[in-house]
């Protein structure tokens, strides 16, 4: 049995659609958008486990900026656990500079000439050190990568591009030189 819809139904089934185009769309501007507008700034990082690219097209990556020293924490009160946390990096534009922190703030800051700040949180606090995570820890590694072909030494670099507005994404990823990665 076939029922008519009325009018007022088509529109609202006509807008649910545009909106779910739009929110497809408005998701891959803001990955361009963040590649175009966004700072760029090279992280060292480390792959946790190369054997597990035999069984699926992921890598977990391990950041030397995920460790950061308790001294450098600058909030109103001590670190927490699952804390939002914005990380000022020492980030020269130069290819063969990597960023280091420079503090880790509970606020949002304006960094200056040769920063960047990269969002975060905190993953663990210990008696000196502080663990952060910052959401660019998994790489999808394409089947002709170094990384899947073992040709790479345990060190390697990400191109991370930060958007305006804190959104954070990888560019690239490339070999470290062999005296980089001692």
């Given at each position: ?7 007022s ?20 501007g ?73 503090g880790v ?11 960047a ?33 073992g ?5 390697v ?22 005296t980089?990665?001692?």
């Open positions: 049995m076939l029922t008519r819809t009325s009018p139904h088509r529109m609202l089934l006509r807008l649910l659609v545009a909106a779910q185009v739009l929110y497809v769309l408005g998701v891959a803001a990955g361009y958008a963040t590649t175009a507008y966004g700072q760029h700034i090279w992280l060292a990082t480390s792959p946790v486990d190369l054997h597990s690219l035999q069984y699926e097209s992921f890598v977990r990556l391990r950041y030397a900026a995920a460790k950061a020293p308790l001294t450098a924490w600058h909030g109103a009160g001590p670190p927490q656990r699952r804390q939002a946390v914005y990380v000022l990096l020492n980030a020269v534009p130069s290819p063969d500079s990597l960023a280091t922190v420079a703030y509970d606020k949002t800051l304006s960094p200056g000439a040769g920063q700040v990269l969002r975060g949180w905190v993953t663990d606090v210990y008696s000196r050190t502080l663990g952060l995570r910052y959401n660019l820890e998994r790489y999808y590694v394409p089947g002709d990568s170094p990384l899947r072909l040709k790479t030494s345990p060190a670099r990400v191109r991370v591009s930060i958007a305006p507005w804190g959104q954070a994404r990888i560019e690239r990823v490339a070999l470290l030189p062999a980089a990665a001692r």
